[in-house]
């Protein structure tokens, strides 16, 4: 096989008092002037500003930018750099989840090399790391506070660009499972079943390694166990640990060994209709696996057997939508107000998408709508 690299961050905090270290650590590392980045979500505004006092107790001081949207935008980027330059910051922290840590690579990233956040769409296209970026995690899981993904809306095309870049790997992943007991059920469900899909995509992926693997696997089969108790009660901590770990291995896998059509669609969803990312993949994974099957199907099987399920590609889907129905995910696209006629322009720019480059299959712009279809 051709020589394949593992990409993660230098240091990962995992477990209770993670936050608290975490800023320990910042202390150590020299930081002086931290840009918080973060949304305006009352949570995590109260969790930046408690970063912000534990920063301060250690001579660093923070500037707030919570101009997150849900799906950060290229505006968002531009805001967040306009105040880092402003205030001279040498370092970004990130608190939130995937929105957060999105924007602030994205920050970072141009903070170093100039440009615009559209320069860096594709694969590796930068040439100098980012400014150093804390990622403090909040949702469990898109897994972005350790992976090198960056997906950001182009306003001017409604286009999610995704940038994939080993520059955007945050020096520091924190994973405190205190911090994700206030997510509410319905973010706890979308981001477990994103963490779901990551988990497949990677363990299908066309550039799975045994390492992957094995991460991918245990990730399905710790989700498949705690998601419902997660998200039936959110101050069930060791349900919230088990998917804190979850997320990370998948994010283990899908930072390695990429993703598929999955993401590739749903990012479209996400850029088109501004829809949640995890629930746009709930709906689709079992529609794009069905298509996948054929030249995947002991691998689903293996998916299977980590859910509990019989062990065959049809045992994979009919666990996934189980999953998805118990944790209250829409059964399809209609009721999240995706319309007909726009199919043959989301397939259009899903075949554009980098993360559907690692599909197992490569599926025509015929294929593409089909699946669409199929998922409404
Ligand atoms: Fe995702």
Do not use: W
């Amino acid at each position: 096989m051709a020589v394949s690299a593992f990409f993660i961050p230098s240091v990962n905090l995992m477990g209770a008092g993670a936050l608290e270290d975490s800023v320990v650590r910042m202390s150590e590392y020299g930081y002086r002037r931290a840009l918080i980045v973060t949304d305006p979500y009352p949570a995590t505004l109260a969790l930046a500003d408690k970063v912000g006092g534990l920063l301060k107790a250690r001579d660093i001081q923070s500037f707030v930018f919570s101009g997150v949207q849900p799906n950060p935008t290229t505006q968002n980027v531009e805001a967040g750099l306009e105040m880092l330059r402003a205030n001279q910051c040498d370092v970004v922290i990130s608190v939130g989840g995937g929105s957060p840590h999105d924007c602030a690579k994205g920050i970072a990233l141009v903070a170093a090399n100039g440009g615009k956040i559209a320069d860096y769409e594709g694969v590796d296209r930068s040439a100098k790391p980012q400014l150093p970026l804390v990622a403090i995690n909040t949702t469990a899981g898109t897994a972005s506070e350790m992976t090198r993904f960056c997906i950001i809306t182009d306003v001017s095309r409604h286009v999610k660009m995704a940038i994939v870049d080993k520059h955007t790997t945050p020096i520091l992943s924190v994973n405190d499972p205190v911090a994700m007991a206030t997510m509410p059920a319905g973010l706890t469900a979308a981001t477990g079943m994103d963490a779901l899909t990551h988990a497949v995509e990677a363990y299908v992926s066309t550039a799975a390694t045994p390492i992957t693997d094995a991460c991918a696997l245990k990730a399905v089969s710790l989700i498949s166990a705690s998601l419902r108790r997660a998200v039936a009660n959110g101050q069930d901590m060791e349900a919230r640990e088990q998917m804190a770990f979850a997320q990370f291995l998948a994010g283990m896998a899908f930072n390695n060994a990429s993703l598929g059509y999955v993401h590739a669609m749903a990012h479209q969803l996400g850029g088109f209709y501004d829809l949640p990312h995890g629930v746009c993949n709930a709906v689709l994974l079992p529609h794009v696996e069905a298509f996948n099957a054929p030249s995947c199907a002991a691998r689903l099987a293996d998916v299977a057997v980590a859910m509990g399920a019989q062990a065959s590609a049809e045992g994979a889907l009919a666990a996934i939508r189980t999953l998805s129905a118990d944790v209250g995910i829409p059964a399809g696209l209609t009721q999240l107000g995706v319309k007909l006629k726009d199919l043959p322009t989301l397939a259009d720019n899903a075949l554009k998408d980098a993360c559907g480059l690692t599909n197992p299959i490569q599926p025509t712009h015929e294929q593409v709508v089909a699946i669409y279809r199929a998922a409404m």
